[in-house]
């Protein structure tokens, strides 16, 4: 039996080799946003895949692991994109968007859309000349790129100059719904003795847990008395440092469980080095966590009111932050600062990316069968 595309739903294959933490929030979110569309997946699993449980996969007509090898990879997505023909790749990070454009030539027929969340050339941890030579690599394979689909104002602006003139659409990380009470403080207003401090994410060079570890250190060094914990896992040595220091570290753990222990913080205290737009001070303002991040260029142009460019910068601000009015304050003015991201939001972005191709004939059939 024929079918035409133009009614059908449009059929999207991911690509991640990111499967955990942010990326797959993110991803998650697209899905949801967008489920009257035929989502497929293809991922490489990571430490903290398995922290997912295996709920999620549900929302996939078909889901596949990827092989060790970057070549193999490539010709695995090569030979999916055959099997299933779909109307979208979408690429979710660097590694991802290497094999999806290399594996498969954009066409009229099929759109490459690859999303950086963060590029590879921002790490901090690399010699320029690598760096240099990741930013080759990007504007090499942007000519084979139908959308860069950036996933914050940053990371747009990043990539408004690449060859090829692939289009250029800003999809907004999207905060949790959750349904919280406003928690105002009592109206005597009673300085919090002991402040629960967080960081969270993948322990390594981009979240920078030397940061967070300076930082508290910093704090006791003037009196300040502070629980602090680290939500993630990662890096053995860093983990180490943390727990030499009394930090606790969780290790990977459910994402619901994440968000009740981010929940009952006092401060989420967001240390990367580098970022696309991280998810986790989305979260944080969605459970009225005062949050106090690190002044890097991912957060230009967002109104954020707590920064610091150094750890011994937090000091300065902890009399205040033991104000829990002052916490509801800050709370308020990052949940605005925030506000345009939001699923509405994204879902309109995501449409105008999916949609906005030209309609073809296939065969109809099961082509949902797990990889």
């Known amino acids: 039996m024929v079918r035409s595309e133009q009614d059908s739903p449009r059929r999207i294959l991911h690509i991640t080799e990111a499967m955990g933490a942010g990326v797959s929030t993110a991803l998650f979110d697209y899905v949801h946003n967008t489920s009257e569309f035929e989502h497929h997946l293809l991922y490489v699993p990571r430490d903290e895949t398995e922290a997912l449980g295996t709920a999620w996969s549900a929302a996939f007509e078909s889901v596949g692991q990827l092989p060790a090898g970057h070549r193999q990879r490539i010709q695995a997505v090569a030979e999916r994109v055959r099997q299933l023909r779909p109307d979208v790749v979408h690429a979710h990070s660097s590694y991802a968007g290497f094999y999806s454009r290399l594996a498969v030539s954009k066409s009229r027929t099929l759109k490459q859309v690859y999303t950086p969340h963060c590029y590879a050339f921002e790490r901090q941890d690399l010699a320029a000349p690598l760096r240099l030579a990741l930013r080759a690599i990007e504007w090499g394979l942007a000519f084979n790129t139908t959308v860069i689909a950036a996933c914050s104002p940053r990371e747009a602006r990043l990539s408004r100059h690449w060859p090829g003139s692939p289009q250029l659409s800003y999809i907004p990380n999207a905060a949790i719904e959750i349904g919280t009470a406003d928690t105002a403080p009592d109206s005597v207003s009673v300085h919090t003795e002991t402040l629960a401090v967080a960081g969270a994410g993948r322990l390594g060079p981009q979240k920078d847990p030397e940061f967070f570890l300076a930082s508290i250190e910093a704090l006791r060094e003037r009196g300040y008395q502070v629980k602090a914990s680290w939500l993630g896992g990662g890096d053995q040595s860093s ?133």
């Open 239 to 371: 983990t180490t440092k943390l727990e030499e220091a009394g930090i606790e570290v969780t290790g990977w753990i459910p994402r619901a469980e994440l968000l009740q222990r981010l929940a009952a913080q006092d401060i989420y205290l967001h240390t990367a080095a580098w970022e696309g737009f991280p998810l986790a001070i989305l979260e944080a303002a969605a459970l009225r966590v005062a949050t106090v991040v690190r002044d890097i260029p991912a957060f230009t142009g967002i109104d954020l009111p707590l920064r610091i460019k150094a750890p011994k910068e937090l000091p300065a601000l902890w009399d205040s932050l033991r104000d829990p009015f002052y916490r509801a304050e800050a709370v308020a003015d990052s949940r605005a600062a925030l506000s345009g991201n939001n699923a509405e939001a994204q879902r309109e972005a995501l449409l105008k990316v999916y949609r906005n191709h030209t309609k073809k004939t296939v065969q109809s059939g099961n082509l949902g069968a797990r990889v």
